[in-house]
Structure formats: C-alpha cells, structure tokens
C-alpha cells in the first residue's frame, strides 16, 4: 500500500491568500515576498555569471568562494572558525534546508520541539518524516520561550528543538539568556538543534542579533539556517546555507546530494563576488527599521494595537478592542470591506488558538505601505 503522506495538508496561508487576491485590487499584505529592489551590484553580477556560468554543474556542497565569504562573515560576526570545506553548505533556499536537516535527523517515532507560533514549513516536514511535533506555546506579550516547560517536554525521544530568531512572524529575538536556558536544556543530551535564522540582518532599536553560533560549545549541537534571497532581498533566487559541525554536516550532505544534488551556479558566483566586496548589513537592518517605523506611524491612530516588533519584516495587530471576530473571520472582512490582506496569527497554531491578532509584511513600497495603513485606519 502507498503511504500517502500529507494529503490531510491543506494550503499554506500565503497560498490560501494570493488566490483569493488574483485579479483583484486587494493590497495583499500578507505576502512573503518583499517588493524593495536588491541592490544594483548583485543584479549586474547575477547577469553576468548567467551569460558565463550557466553551463557549469557547481559542485554538490556548493562554491567554495561563496562557503568561503560565508565562514569569514561568521569569524567576524561570532569569532567562530568554521570550515568552508566541512562545515558550510549552500542551498536551495532556506526551507529546502529545513527539509532537508529535519529529514537526515528524524525518524518514525522521534520528537521534534517547536514554538508556536510556527513558520509553515516546519510541522509538514516533521510529520512526511514520520516524526511527532511537541508544542510549545511563546508567551505574550513578548513572545518570549518558557525554558522551563521545555525542559518538562524533552525526554529520550526527543531528537531536535527548532528555533527560529529573530521570529516569523512574531518578531520576537533571542537574548543572552535563551542561549545560556538552551545550553542548559540540552547539554549532555544527544538532542540537535536548529536555528532558522533567516531575518538574522533584520533587528531592532539598537539590538543585536543574538545566534546560537555566538556561543562554541552549543554550535556544536546546533545547525544554523540563513537566506541570500531574506538577506538580499532576492527571495526569487532561492538560495541559502546551513552551518553546522563537520560530523552533523556529513549526514546532511548526504541527503541533500540525493534530494538536490547541486545548486544554482550563476547565483553562487554572483553571490560569492558580492561578500567578496564587502556588505554593509546595517544598511538592509535600518532599511527595513524605517518601514518598520513609517508604517506604525500611521497606524498608531487606527483602532489597532500595535505589538512591539524587535525583528524580521512582520509586525502583528491586537483587534481585540476592535471585534470579538475569530480572526480568520476578521482578517476575511478586512480583505472584503477596506481592500487590505492581512494574516490570521491562529493558522501558524497547530490547535488554531485564537487571540485576536493579524500580521502583514512591511517589507513593501511606501506608496503601497501608505495606501494600506490608510485604509486599516477606517476600520
Ligand atoms: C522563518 C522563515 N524560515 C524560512 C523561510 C524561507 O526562506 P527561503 O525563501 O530561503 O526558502 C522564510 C521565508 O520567509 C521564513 O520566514
């Protein structure tokens, strides 16, 4: 018999919204994907590596010039050697290494802690693996995580811990005190952990992104995840990178080679120029700090509330005061009577606890952002 896998899956909410939008002048907020230019320079490359390179098979693991920009970028940023032969990897994206690294280390029967709210793509790649998600709740208002019912979660079955900082959508960002509780948590346990750390150039007032690398004993249990196409603001190119320690990254390699074999070649050359140059990270961070900012100011006179966002390009909405409207109901009618797609924050619950809060992307336009937040300020 086939085991049909995932087909009690419906749509991801980003799909379920750019259908009900298509052909519509509905301003879809609740899009991923940010409609701000990558910068010149990548794109004169990414031509040119197109017209040279697009022959070329790159090796499995990746560009070494490009693993090599990335192992330097961390020994600046964490002090940390890593080994742009062993222990670095480019992908097709983040959520292709996600996949991958959930399928090299779960097995029917394992458990996998997450914190909900959850990106999409963590829970299906944990379940097509025959592995069980163990819930945990962040807790508002900060979203922050509760160590101490994690420790309550993990047993000898328990086999990864995903985290994600800063966090989609929440926008809530580690300190020093989830590293040391994280540390603790899985020392002298065989448990791994991954840290999607997509939006890690996208932190606020003044803070500092915090990554698991920042400290070596805990790296060595952990596999970190970025996104070029986050980072870059290329998300169309699909490409990104895990880190890990050389015995970890060996299993992973072998899957991927089998799942995707290589990556993109031109993007890789592209890419690899561009770190070569030298990046300025803080100017993506203030980028999308003055959206951040842009936005909010006019929302702070709409019946909304707004939750203090500290990273990534999401910020989230309490209608409480607003409606007692389930939100999925609420969001529906914001689409219908004032033109604007928001996202319910219930469908990144795996129970669908509602609490009366909507998300959007700012990573938009200021005539789009403007247009929006005029018509949210009607509601
Ligand atoms: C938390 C998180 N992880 C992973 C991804 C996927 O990144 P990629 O487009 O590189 O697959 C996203 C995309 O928005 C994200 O928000």
């Known amino acids: 018999m086939i085991k049909e896998k995932l087909l009690n899956k419906g749509k991801d909410i980003y799909t379920v919204i750019s259908d009900l939008v298509q052909g519509t002048d509905i301003i879809n907020l609740a899009k991923i994907s940010p409609d701000i230019p990558c ?4 794109t004169e490359l990414a031509i040119k590596y197109i017209k040279e390179k697009s022959v070329e098979y790159s090796h499995p693991n990746g560009l070494l010039a490009l693993r090599e920009g990335i192992a330097k970028n961390i020994k600046q940023r964490y002090g940390l050697n890593k080994s742009a032969i062993n222990e670095i990897t480019i992908t097709a994206g983040a959520t292709q ?12 029967g394992d458990e996998v802690v997450l914190f909900e709210p959850a990106f999409n793509s963590y829970i299906p790649a944990i379940e097509s693996n025959g592995g ?12 922050h995580i509760d160590w101490e019912a994690v420790l309550k979660l993990i047993n000898t079955r328990t086999k990864l811990i995903i985290v994600n900082t800063p966090h989609n959508p929440t926008g809530a960002i580690f300190n020093e005190e989830d590293i040391v509780q ?3 948590i899985t020392s002298g346990t065989k448990i791994n952990v991954i840290s999607d750390e997509v939006f890690e150039h996208m932190v606020f007032d003044g803070q ?13 249990r952990c596999i970190v995840i970025s996104s070029f196409g986050i980072t870059f603001n290329v998300p169309g ?12 990254m060996s299993k992973i390699r072998k899957k991927q080679h089998f ?15 561009y770190l070569k140059e030298g990046v300025d990270y803080n100017i993506t961070n203030k980028q999308f700090e003055k959206k951040k900012q842009f936005v909010n100011d006019i929302l702070k006179d709409s019946r909304f509330k707004i939750i203090p966002t500290k990273g990534t390009f ?12 389930k939100d999925t109901e609420f969001a529906r009618r914001i689409m219908d009577e004032y033109g604007v797609a928001l996202f319910p924050l219930s469908v990144f619950y795996h129970d669908s606890i509602d609490n009366k809060i909507l998300g959007f992307s700012f990573a938009r336009n200021n005539k789009i952002l403007t247009k929006a937040a005029n018509q949210l300020l009607k509601v």
Do not use: C
């Not at 996600?98 to 029917?108: K, L, P, Q």
């Not at 799942?259 to 120029?273: C, G, M, R, S, V």
């Not at 209608?319 to 007692?324: A, F, G, L, P, V």
């Open 39 to 42: 910068s010149d320079k990548l």
């Open 97 to 108: 290494a996600m996949y991958t690294a959930i399928s090299t280390f779960v097995n029917e």
């Open 132 to 143: 069980r998600p163990v819930f945990v709740q962040r807790k508002q208002p900060d979203y």
């Open 182 to 184: 994280l540390k603790k």
């Open 208 to 220: 500092k992104h915090i990554s698991v690398l920042s400290d070596e004993k805990l790296a060595e």
């Open 237 to 248: 190119w699909k490409i990104g990178y895990y880190v890990s320690s050389e015995e970890l």
């Open 259 to 273: 799942q995707i074999n290589t990556i993109n070649t031109p993007f890789q050359y592209a890419l690899a120029d």
């Open 314 to 325: 999401y910020q989230l909405l309490d209608y409480s005061e607003i409606s007692d409207e």
